[in-house]
């Protein structure tokens, strides 16, 4: 089992930034059989979205519409970040931190970002 906890969240203007983080717990098995780590977002009324992704290689990927803005890594085994910069109002969401093992998806439980214009 791994549990995640996200933090970093909060109000900022556009233009501004944010670094959300994501602390992962459980057996030291457990957090060792992460793969995959990415980060989700969803804005009210609409689906669940990924944002970017970070694999056990160190290789990752970004969704289009925060490339250049955002950057994804994994800092050490247990904590995930996410660095926003040039906030959008579109960008309002709450973003999630998700991770994937050979068997097992886990989720955090959000955290809110608003991005005012």
């Known amino acids: 089992q791994v549990q995640l906890v996200e933090s970093g969240g909060g109000l900022v203007q556009a233009g501004g930034s944010l670094r959300l983080s994501c602390a992962a717990s459980?057996?030291?098995?457990?957090?060792?059989?992460?793969?995959?780590m990415v980060w989700y977002r969803q804005a009210p009324g609409k689906q669940r979205e990924l944002v970017a992704t970070?694999?056990?290689?160190?290789?990752t990927n970004y969704a289009d519409s925060v490339k250049g803005r955002f950057t994804i890594s994994r800092d050490n085994a247990q904590k995930l970040s996410l660095q926003m910069n040039s906030l959008k109002p579109e960008d309002t969401a709450v973003y999630y931190c998700?991770?994937?093992?050979?068997?097992?998806?886990?989720w955090g439980q959000g955290t809110q970002v608003t991005v005012s214009s």
């Open positions: 970070v694999r056990s290689d160190g290789s």
């Open positions: 998700n991770a994937v093992t050979s068997r097992n998806a886990y």
């Open positions: 459980g057996s030291d098995l457990s957090i060792n059989s992460i793969n995959v």
